[in-house]
Every structure is written in C-alpha cells, then in structure tokens.
Nanobody, 127 residues
Framework: QVQVVESGGGLVQAGGSLRLSCAASGRTFSIYNMGWFRQAPGKEREFVAAISWSGGSTYYADSVKGRFTISRDNAKNTVYLQMDSLKPEDTAFYYC????????????????????WGQGTQVTVSS
C-alpha cells in the first residue's frame, strides 16, 4: 500500500513556474506508475501526466505538453511535476495517485485506473 502527500502549490502569475511534489510512503513505491491529475471548480478531474515505475516513460495531456514535466526519484519516494509557462486555465487542485497495477508497461490516463490518491494541492494562476 502507498500513501501520498502533495505539496508545492500556490499563487503564481501567468507565465510563471511552480514545482509540485508528491511524497509517498511505503517501500513498494518504485513498482507503481504514478500520475498527476487536476480538478477545477465545477469540472471533472482530468489527467495531466503520468510516469512509469522506472521513470523511463512519460505521457502528457495535450493541454500541458511542452510546458509541464513529470519526473520521479525512487530513492526519495517522490514524484515531481514541474510546471512552466503557467496559464490561468491551469488553476485547479492538483492530485497525484498510484497506478492500480504494478510494474505495468501501459501508462494509465483515466482516474479510475489509479488508487492511493493524495489530498491535493491548490494551484492558482493569476492573469
């Protein structure tokens, strides 16, 4: 089992940057693909990015491709989301979660494919 805690959110102006962290507990962290999702008020939770358990593969939503970078440090049990060139439409609560499967080659992009969700961290981008 894995427990995750997100941090690093805050208020930033459009064009700025933030780096989110997702700290996970449990010695088995390195066997899970990890994903970032976001949810804005009144909207459904949407996929942002995913990274394979080894860190060798990544996948991004079209809306963030080229601006966001997902990475992980298995020695530190942490996943990161570097967000650059932020836009007001990036404003949302950001969540990280672990894949339901272990050591999967496939990178899931639907919320139902993930478990062990954190409480989220708020990101607000002002125009």
């Amino acid at each position: 089992q894995v427990q995750v805690v997100e941090s690093g959110g805050g208020l930033v102006q459009a064009g700025g940057s933030l780096r989110l962290s997702c700290a996970a507990s449990g010695r088995t962290f390195s066997i899970y693909n990890m994903g970032w999702f976001r949810q804005a008020p009144g909207k459904e939770r949407e996929f942002v990015a995913a990274i394979s358990w080894s860190g060798g593969s990544t996948y991004y939503a079209d809306s963030v491709k080229g601006r966001f970078t997902i990475s992980r440090d298995n020695a530190k049990n942490t996943v990161y989301l570097q967000m650059d060139s932020l836009k007001p439409e990036d404003t949302a609560f950001y969540y990280c979660a672990a894949d339901r499967g272990v050591n999967r080659v496939y990178l899931p992009r639907y919320a139902s494919e993930y478990i062990y969700w954190g409480q989220g961290t708020q990101v607000t981008v002002s125009s």
